[in-house]
């Protein structure tokens, strides 16, 4: 289920300077029901690309919880929950320390991209969708140079 964003759901979600995208903490009891609706039991792919990834991209990585956030354009993504950086080292040749909700962002752009791929082409669709509408969410966070020269 979709969290109810009130009056902000309201605020148009344009590509321009002013665009603002809000996010959502899922509560416990939210998560399944919300990634259910997104991805199906698919899902499971979805998390562990993004555990997988976590562990390449940080040796500071060692698992843990996550917090799980909806998106006001319809995106989704995770983040782990803890207050310290991580020290990201990407093929790209990026190097450098994202906060775990930019290093989240991260982690959830590379699967969706990977994922998008998928012989199945629901599957791929979605994960295409929720890649651009997270890029969306990431042009517009603190750290999106950052994240952005992580992905690139």
């Not at 009056?7 to 919300?34: C, F, G, Q, V, W």
């Not at 080292?89 to 791929?117: K, M, Q, R, W």
Request: charged content about 20%; some cysteine; glycine content about 8%.
């Amino acid at each position: 289920m979709r969290p109810d964003f009130g009056e902000r759901a309201n605020h148009p979600l344009t590509m321009t300077s002013t665009a603002t995208i809000y996010r959502e903490t899922l509560k416990t009891d939210e998560r399944a029901t919300h990634t259910g609706k997104l991805f199906g039991v698919r899902f499971l792919n979805v998390e562990s690309f993004a555990f997988d990834t976590a562990a390449s991209l940080s040796t500071d990585y060692d698992g843990g919880y996550w917090q799980f956030y909806a998106l006001s354009n319809g995106g989704f993504y995770m983040a782990p929950d803890i207050d310290l950086p991580f020290r990201v080292a990407c093929d790209n040749g990026f190097e450098g320390a994202l906060s775990a909700d930019a290093f989240g962002i991260t982690v959830c752009l590379y699967a969706y991209s990977l994922l998008s791929f998928s012989a199945d082409l629901t599957f791929a669709a979605t994960c295409a969708g929720q890649y651009y509408a997270l890029r969306s969410f990431a042009a517009e966070h603190e750290e999106c140079t950052a994240i952005l020269r992580a992905c690139d």
